[in-house]
């Protein structure tokens, strides 16, 4: 059925969208585990290096049954190799192995540039090194690093280093990760971290996330989504989110550091719930034009730098920054999302739009209504339809086959489109990211 045909009655509209978003705000609160979608790379360290934790044998049905035709795992291309990597260490004389083997011999010959996915210039020589393989990468930083005490953003891949004393645990987690964890526990030790281990295992059947749980990051990440649209939900999560923050700011989840990124959408969040805070643990991530998400960054983000323009409401310098990072075709790249539809949402969101945006989204709409990076998915086509509500010129057509799309879509999985150690979908923000956009498709054909 059409969305201009069945639901521009306000009231139907406005009754399914605070549905769907006190759904999502009830799994937030009674299910801290199902958030993120699990990850081959960590499920692989898990088999590799803790074979002695319940559910091992369901991890290795997970990496056989997830291996791709061509013998890889993961995304497209470059976003292959290290899931790649990390199964075929995990699987050893599996016939999955040798032929993850060969895909990784024809990957490696190829001019392959590195996806920005977290500390892939560590991972990729450490797990190349366990494999005996020959990379084109440059394995002296990860040495270098091993002869020293490890920065705490780092611990969220400890397993890339092994036990370390300086590494602390809250809760029994290391850096929201159950590979980093798993590692420093050394064995199958009772208490927290065996607690939290078997906790996340059980929890997805075997397998686990890379990052889990992260219960500021899925707040604050899905009360932007749902109140920034209009969405006039309650907001019982304020609390929680106030009390998360430090003298440095907001973390993701438990044992992870404060970032930028995650202390500017907790600001947000808070602003949007009517519980503004200072915004002066931002400062300690400034650099000269822009915000980096940690000390020493590698690259910047530009979605961070969004999202901190929303907490702070006005800064020349940084939206001057943000207009020069926007890329000829009108898009922008960020280092947190394999897609350039979520850069381009976080920055027109920020900007409150961008017409040059907004003619890149048009010119890329497929013929089914949808919007993608390599296909056509829920997530990408709800930042379309966000991107395309801020134009000032009439859109509606386009965003209503968007929403006629995602209406279609149904119980299907989302692709993992979001960076950590590999990709991963955190499928509660998409569908608060999905409940906005089609908030705010519907709005236009009333």
Known sequence: MALGATLCGPTVTQLLSLGAAM????QLTDDPWSGVSPSVYETGRLVALAPWLKGHEARVRYLETTQHPDGTWGGPGEYALVP????VDALQDHPAARRGLLALRKLLSLPLKLPDTVAVELIVPALADRLG????????PLHALRQRPLPEKLWHTLEV???????RAVDGIVAASPAATAVQLQGPRPGPSLDYLEAVQRRHGGPVPAGVPVPLFERSWIIVALKSAGLDVPDPMAGQIRAAFTRDGAAGGPGLPADADDTATALHALALCDSPR?????????EARHFACFPNERTPSTSTNAHALQALGHDRVLEEWLRDMQQPGGFWLDKWHASPYYATACVTNALRGNEKAVDWVLRTQQADGSWGRWEGTYEETAYA??????SRRDVSRAMVRGANFMQEWGDRPH???WHDKDLYAPTRIIQAEGTAAFHLACAVCR
């Open 133 to 140: 393989l020959r990379t084109p990468f440059d394995p002296r």
């Open 23 to 26: 759904s999502l705000l009830a």
């Open 84 to 87: 790649t990597l990390s199964a």
């Open 278 to 286: 200072p915004t002066d643990a931002l400062g300690r991530y400034r």
């Open 161 to 167: 280093f092994g036990p370390r004393p300086e590494v």
């Open 385 to 390: 339809i966000r991107i395309l509500s801020h």
């Open 415 to 417: 692709p993992p489109l």
